[in-house]
């Protein structure tokens, strides 16, 4: 480890964005060493300006942190969190023999990273995690966090539990309330058995989630379970009436990201969703005719 206090960590931040620029600020306004590492002008504004947060959970703060364009020394653990879209030109700011021993912890959602970041880094380094949260850069280095929770999953089936034990307590000290998961498939599955029908709907039909399973229940039971049926052949949870109890209980006006990014424009995680699940259903021989259709039709639809 890179530090010697137990309890007092360095910690990288490779995409210091909504997820990434929240977890950054409040492991440094709990007295962690934080560097970001990212592009040459939000490196910049945040070396000079720190990294503003409004939040109602964690409240308004502004936490220093360092920032550069790429890891130089190593660090006890690099969180991941920039979009699919950007991971393979984002790793060439993280060299693997610069990292060392130190975790690398994506937060990215999905279920094809880690082996991308387990073919690059220590295998047994590689320690994903799930984030639920609702968070967004507006400008580099300024993050409203709109969401009454933040809370992490963290898994890695062959990361030493010490090492998962500790970066968790940290994180846990700092806001975010994080659980060691002992099954990274099922913490990933069950990610993603929640987001992808969310996420595919709604992009999809323009229409934010009270809309969706009202108008396009049939669709969304569907998919739902599709999606279950793949994530059991995974060894993820596989329960369609409890997501679909879970999509009941939001509020109506809720969008998924995936429609955000769509709505302005942005690069959307499609194929880490949506690709992914349809890769993961033929390894299987599952059959997901309406996730397929959907897909096809978010494609034409050009994106
Ligand atoms: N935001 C959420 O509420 C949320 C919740 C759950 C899961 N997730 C997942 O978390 C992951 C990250 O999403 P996000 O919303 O945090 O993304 P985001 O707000 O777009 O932040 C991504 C960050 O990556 C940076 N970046 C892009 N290309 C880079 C590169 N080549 N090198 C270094 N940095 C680079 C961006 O820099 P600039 O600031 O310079 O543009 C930005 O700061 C995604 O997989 C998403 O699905 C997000």
């Not at 709990?30 to 000079?48: F, N, P, S, Y």
């Not at 279950?228 to 969008?255: E, I, N, T």
Request: proline fraction near 7%.
């Amino acid at each position: 480890m890179a530090s010697d206090a137990y309890d007092e960590l360095t910690v990288a931040v490779l995409g210091p964005g909504g997820t990434g620029g929240l977890l950054a600020a409040l492991l440094s306004r709990a007295g962690h060493r934080v560097i970001c590492l990212a592009g040459d002008e939000t490196a910049q504004a945040l070396r000079t300006d720190g990294i503003r947060v409004r939040s109602g959970q964690f409240g308004d703060f502004t936490a220093r942190v360092e920032a550069d364009t790429a890891l130089r020394e190593p660090v006890d653990a690099c969180l991941v969190a920039v979009k699919h879209t950007s991971l393979d030109a984002a790793l060439d700011r993280l060299p693997p023999e610069t990292l060392g021993d130190g975790l690398v912890v994506p937060l990215l959602n999905g279920v094809e990273h880690p082996a991308t970041l387990r073919a690059r880094y220590r295998p047994d380094r590689v320690a994903p995690a799930v984030i639920r949260v609702e968070s967004t850069r507006v400008a580099p280095g300024v993050i409203e966090h709109g969401s009454p929770f933040a809370e992490v999953d963290l898994a890695g089936d062959d990361v030493p539990k010490e090492r998962l034990d500790a970066l968790a307590q940290a994180l846990t000290a700092a806001g975010p309330t994080t659980r060691v998961l002992a099954d990274e498939s099922a913490a990933l599955w069950a990610k993603m058995s929640f987001l992808a029908p969310f996420a595919l709907l709604t992009t999809r039909h323009g229409l934010p989630l009270g809309d969706v399973r009202t108008h396009h229940r049939e669709e969304l039971t569907t998919l739902v379970e599709e999606t279950a049926a793949v994530s059991a052949a995974c060894g993820g949870p596989a329960d369609p009436a409890q997501a679909l109890a879970r999509y009941d209980a939001f509020p109506p006006q809720m969008k998924s990201s995936m429609q955000r990014d769509a709505e302005a424009g942005r690069p959307l995680e499609l194929d880490a969703i949506g690709g992914a699940l349809l890769r993961a259903a033929a390894r299987h021989g599952v059959d997901v005719p309406v996730t397929a259709r959907l897909m096809r039709e978010l494609t034409d639809a050009g994106h």
